[in-house]
């Protein structure tokens, strides 16, 4: 997996894009980088679990709405997560996804980056290269 910050394409926002092998690698791989753009990973413990499901009617409106429940997860939970195990399926029509989260409560001993307020469409993608997933995405700060 490939994780790559863009730079020149969001001005006050920050941009990644994300490489995989698989669609799942891509999910967890954006959910690490949106929690690296928040904050300093070694500084996040695991001592908190959450499971997340959630559907969508496309695996790109399935992963948008997949980092728009993380960043809303911080700002209501005052949570963060520094590992994830995500299982997308298509089944009955629709993307649905499963997700393994393991983090922390934030507390004076994170290190925070940027307070990610959303994630926005503007240029947001998901869509497949050959063999490969790619996902590019912006998040407003």
């Not at 001993?109 to 050959?130: Q, S, Y």
């Amino acid at each position: 997996m490939g994780i790559k910050f863009l730079e020149g394409i969001a001005t006050s926002d920050l941009a990644f894009e994300v490489r995989g092998g698989s669609i799942n690698e891509v999910f967890e791989g954006c959910a690490l980088a949106l929690s690296q753009s928040m904050a300093n990973p070694s500084t996040l413990c695991e001592s908190k679990r959450k499971v997340i499901t959630l559907e969508g009617e496309n695996a790109e409106e399935l992963l948008f709405d997949w980092l728009s429940e993380l960043v809303y997860l911080k700002d209501a939970e005052r949570a963060l997560f520094r590992r994830y195990r995500v299982d997308v399926k298509f089944r009955q029509g629709k993307y649905k996804l499963k997700a393994e989260c393991l983090g922390c409560g934030i507390n004076s001993r994170i290190e925070l980056r940027n307070d990610v307020k959303a994630i926005t469409l503007h240029k947001f993608r998901l869509w497949k290269e050959g063999d490969k997933w790619v996902a590019r995405v912006i998040a407003d700060l």
